[in-house]
């Protein structure tokens, strides 16, 4: 079955530490997105790719990295530089150009630094 | 810049009455606009979208929405709810990528509404 996988479900790690969320996609889509979700904030992105090798900042991108270099994969690096990194992160794929799509969610990774 | 309301955080309806989720977007031009639903600790899954035409949409699950351009909504509803339709509900809007091309998870989400369903 075509899907987006995010592993791990769970992370734990200590503070001052980078962590690295896997997010892998099937469904061949260009476009490829971060978004981390607070309680009572909604969604905001993180990061976005619409091709292998380049990609945007969104609009909480500090203290964060990505890669783009397989169309299917796009992984997160939460850095040190992250000031409150506990969050739930989902990745999400989409297609570009094409009129009356939308984007597909993966299932997330909770994150906690203790 | 886009943004979106969801004026109320939190909903109870009892099972088989009606629903309406609020939900009211800023954009410059034609939105894109879409409802997810999210369960607990999952991702997010899609009820319906507008893009264009027809403002009154139909979704997956029963859901419908209409789209608004005078009064800045897309209010979601549902003429009977079900105990299985608890969960926080998201509305977004969309817009358009850089590089000529449109990426549709792009998105600007509300806060969440979350549904709580009484028996």
């Known amino acids: 079955d075509g899907g987006i996988t995010q592993s791990p479900k769970y992370l734990f790690r200590k503070e001052g530490q980078n962590v690295t969320l896997s997010c892998e996609q099937n469904l061949n889509h260009d476009a490829m997105y971060w978004y981390r979700q607070d309680p009572g904030q909604g969604l905001r992105l993180i990061y976005y790719?619409?091709?292998?090798?380049?990609?945007q900042k969104g609009d909480i991108a500090e203290g964060y990295s990505v890669s783009r270099e397989k169309k299917e994969s796009f992984p997160l690096t939460v850095t040190s530089a992250q000031k409150n990194p506990t969050a739930f992160y989902l990745c999400?794929?989409?297609?570009?150009?094409?009129?009356?799509?939308?984007?597909?969610f993966g299932q997330g990774t909770r994150l906690t630094v203790v | 810049a886009q943004s979106v309301t969801q004026p109320d955080i939190h909903i109870t309806v009892s099972e088989g009455a009606s629903l309406e989720l609020r939900c009211n977007y800023s954009y410059g031009a034609t939105p894109y606009l879409f409802w997810y639903v999210q369960s607990p600790g999952q991702g997010l899954q899609l009820l319906l979208k507008y893009f264009s035409g027809d403002t009154l949409v139909q979704g997956i699950k029963g859901f419908e929405a209409e789209f608004k351009r005078s009064q800045s909504s897309f209010n979601l509803r549902k003429p009977s709810v079900h105990w299985s339709d608890a969960a926080e509900y998201f509305c977004a809007v969309g817009a358009i990528g850089n590089a000529g091309g449109t990426s549709y998870g792009k998105l600007t989400f509300g806060q969440g509404t979350i549904l709580t369903v009484h028996p």
């Open positions: 790719s619409q091709i292998v090798n380049d990609f």
């Open positions: 999400a794929s989409s297609i570009v150009g094409e009129i009356n799509t939308e984007a597909f």
